[in-house]
């Protein structure tokens, strides 16, 4: 078995691979089923290799049966790797650094142990890193959730001061930079990105937004939480609770029936749990302090 890269022949036994372990593989299937494997200007079209069978279609003498997969590799064009490959041999790892030489890096994501792995076959000094850590990862069947009428509404072009002051303190708070200039592009730019259709939803109360929380990833009948912000003065008031419950009644509405997200922090996760939110997992988040290529030296 060798890795190499994914052919449209693999898509169907990469698709049944990755919902095996759908709870750390929710990138790699949603970009999967969103750009395929030939999208090349959008951020989230990947590059992905495959290990298993060393021929790209299935076996001519059971032509019934999907070419064995056992790992699944992905490179975001904008320069976010993403693996998933349970107890695969080492070295595949290094074959796979070795593969992605000359490619744009900004970070990696993924089931810990595996990150882990693949972080040592790349070899970059720890100090590159701005963040580098496991979150506890978390699963609810959302038939289990509990939540109240709550007021809700998307993000709208009128809130993009609001966003950015949110999104800007939410880099912050979250270790994700400690540059406040950066912070506040990013955040200018995030709050662009939250007015588009479907993407943020704010919790109104008094007739203001006061948190927000958006779904980051979605396959099929599972979505993944993403950023949940509420600003400082208005924490310790069960507003991160009431938001990601609201959010999650939303996309449970819409066909949901199970929700999965990681907690950047203690109080994150007492919300989660409070919810019904289970521990599953560990899931890391490692984040360089400025892009580089790979293998560039």
């Known amino acids: 078995m060798t890795l190499r890269p994914a052919s449209d022949a ?13 709870e750390t593989s929710m990138f790699l299937r949603s970009n999967l089923a969103s750009h395929g494997l030939h999208e090349m200007r959008h951020p989230h079209g990947t590059r992905f290799w495959v290990f298993g069978s060393d021929s790209e279609k299935p076996d001519p003498a059971a032509p019934d049966s999907p070419a064995a997969l056992s790992g699944v590799f992905g490179a975001t064009n904008g320069g976010f790797l993403m693996l998933q490959a349970p107890g695969i041999d080492p070295r595949v790892f290094v074959d796979w650094a070795a593969a992605l030489k000359g490619h744009l890096f900004r970070g990696i994501t993924g089931d810990d142990p595996q ?6 076959a790349l070899r970059l000094r720890s100090d590159l890193f701005r963040t580098n850590h496991a979150e506890p990862l978390y699963r609810l069947e959302l038939d289990r959730l509990d939540a109240p009428e709550e007021t809700m509404r998307p993000a709208l072009p009128e809130d993009h001061a609001m966003l ?25 730019a995030r709050a662009v990105a939250a007015a588009k259709p479907g993407a943020e939803r704010l919790l109104i109360e008094n007739g203001r937004p006061v948190a927000a929380a958006s779904i980051n990833a979605q396959v099929e009948d599972m979505v993944q ?20 419950a ?28 409070a919810i019904g939110f289970r521990r599953i997992g560990a899931y890391r988040v490692a984040l360089l302090k400025s892009s580089q290529l790979i293998g560039g030296g």
């Open 10 to 22: 693999d898509i169907p036994a990469m698709e049944r691979f990755l919902a095996t372990y759908a």
């Open 225 to 244: 939480l993403g950023g949940v912000f509420v600003p400082k003065q208005a924490r310790n008031k069960g507003l991160a609770r009431r938001v990601t």
């Open 246 to 273: 609201a959010r999650l009644a939303e996309a449970r509405k819409a066909g949901a029936r199970v929700a999965i997200l990681f907690a950047n922090n203690a109080a994150a996760a007492r919300a989660y749990e």
């Open 164 to 188: 950015t002051d949110w999104y800007t303190n939410y880099l912050i708070d979250t270790g994700l930079t400690d540059d406040l200039t950066e912070a506040r592009e990013e955040g200018a």
């Open 115 to 120: 990150v882990r792995r693949a972080l040592a």
